[in-house]
């Protein structure tokens, strides 16, 4: 790879961490199936690939490609939440750490199970009021955001929530997973740490569990390497493999993805049985602002809520034929879950709110599905009364 050509993002989703271009070079990296190195001497480190749970050609290719596109160095994990525990676990013990209320409830779960064990003292705050967040940034350590957030779609005040924080000498980590690379770069708006569940649009196909985090600061990256090689759930290769092998279409994904989301978001926010539809895209969206300016597009993530109630909610998941009843997000097939179902949603989700990952189906049959459920959810709401 020429580090002097400025290509672009979707270019080097394509070709990032791709094998040296050499005749009789395979073009796509093969997989490394080898819990260990033929040693070299003298002894270096343990980082420089001799043992399978320090480094893999795989992680390294992965890993490549996802730090050319968010800007920094990138190392993988078992899961979005592995990654999420390595960057809780250098926290040091006594701090103050600023969270979303209403982020993905595992990693709220998380980081309030830390801090009633006493590791660190937590204050939530909702991201998109930036006066709050600000108000809470004083004598704290770390601010862990989503933008946008996940299920409500709530976009914070990146360029400003940085500022701030740097200032203060506090780390911002964001959560990237719902706006993906190539729609948002937080370490270009001034975050410390990016972190994705590459589960998600970065792998793309639901075939594979595996997170992110993302950093340009040499000391941060050196410790996570560390604590990743100490710890040891680690990434397996085949993983790696499948994750880069869907990266390399993310571009074509999310356009399609977010092109199909703004007209489903259109068309619901205009549905008598809709009654609110969160969608950064929508001009009326209170995120529309700040996601025009900070993001390169709104993404294929939206979350609307039913006019109905929970039970229409739930009967709107139920009616869907196309839509897949399911958990997680940012694969090729669409998705639809009320998010309340869950018992460790935060609070702040409504009983009635359905969550809509948009997929590469044809937006006329997306749309067809859940017109004619949103049909048997109308006569539901109107036989109720
Ligand atoms: C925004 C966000 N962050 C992190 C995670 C955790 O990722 P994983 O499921 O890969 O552990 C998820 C999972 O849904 C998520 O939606």
């Known amino acids: 790879m020429n580090q002097q050509q400025p290509w672009s993002a979707e270019t080097m989703a394509v070709v990032a961490g791709r094998p040296p271009r050499r005749a009789g070079a395979p073009v796509s990296p093969v997989v490394e199936l080898s819990s260990t190195y033929v040693s070299a001497e003298p002894f270096g480190s343990f980082d420089d690939g001799v043992y399978g ?54 990693m709220l779960s998380l980081g309030q199970q830390l801090a009633a064990a006493g590791r660190f003292s937590l204050t939530l705050v909702d991201v998109s009021n930036t006066d709050a967040v600000l108000a809470s940034l004083d004598g704290a350590d770390w601010l862990f955001i989503e933008s946008p957030t996940n299920p409500l779609m709530q976009v914070a005040d990146l360029p400003a929530l940085t500022a701030a924080a740097g200032g203060l000498g506090v780390r911002v980590v964001v959560d990237n997973t719902f706006a993906t690379p190539l729609l948002q770069n937080p370490l270009a708006l001034g975050a410390a740490v990016v972190l994705h569940s590459g589960t998600k649009y970065l792998a793309g196909h639901s075939d594979v569990v595996l997170g992110l985090l993302v950093t340009a600061d040499h000391e941060l990256e050196l410790r996570l390497r560390a604590h990743r090689g100490l710890h040891g759930g680690i990434l397996g290769p085949m993983e790696a493999w499948l994750a880069l092998r869907g990266l390399r ?7 399609r993805q977010q092109a199909s989301a703004g007209v489903l978001a259109r068309r619901l926010s205009e549905h008598p049985a809709v009654s609110l539809v969160r969608y950064p895209g929508l001009p009326g969206d209170p995120g529309h602002g700040r996601a025009k300016t900070q993001m390169r597009g709104f993404g294929g993530m939206l979350s609307i809520e039913l006019a109905g109630g ?15 009843p399911g958990t997680s997000l940012g694969g090729v097939e669409s998705l639809i879950e009320r998010r309340r179902r869950i018992p460790a949603e935060p609070e702040a989700v409504p009983e009635n709110l359905v969550r809509l990952s948009v997929g590469l189906e044809a937006v006329a049959d997306l749309w067809a599905d859940l017109q004619q459920a949103l049909g048997s959810v109308t006569q539901l709401s109107t036989s109720a009364g």
């Open 53 to 106: 749970r320090m480094n893999n050609a795989c992680w390294r290719d992965l890993e490549a490609a996802v730090g050319a596109l968010e800007g920094g160095a990138a190392l993988c994990f078992a899961s979005g939440m592995a990654a999420g525990s390595a960057l809780f676990a250098l926290v040091e013990p006594g701090s103050r750490v600023v969270m979303a209320d209403a982020c993905y409830g595992a």
């Open 310 to 324: 929970r039970a229409a909610a739930d009967a709107l998941v139920a009616g869907v034929r196309l839509w897949v």
């Open 249 to 255: 279409t993310l571009a074509v994904r999310i356009e």
